[in-house]
């Protein structure tokens, strides 16, 4: 019985540990795959945000840049140059998520 139990945990150690060890490295490095493309994905999405907001920001600017212009401008006609500014075509506005 006793030579029945060494052969049982030789067989173990011999066998199955590295079975369990290859099955388990396997699953790790596909995790780590899964991960990274994760990351990836979500490092895109957060690039495509900032470069939304910084064309928000930029359209922002410029509209703010008018008004400045508009109220520190003392020899035009405010009414003219407001008037000329809705005729303007508005640019196109994404929204932003």
Known sequence: MNKMAFVLAFFMIV???PVILGVGGDM???WLKHKEKM???LNAQTAEKAAQYA???ERLEQR???LERI???KGLEISDEIERLRDLP???SRPLN
């Open 15 to 17: 066998v199955g540990l």
């Open 28 to 30: 790790f490095k596909r």
């Open 39 to 41: 990351a990836d994905a």
């Open 55 to 57: 064309a928000h920001t």
């Open 64 to 66: 703010v840049r008018v």
């Open 71 to 73: 109220v520190t401008d």
């Open 90 to 92: 508005a640019p196109a």
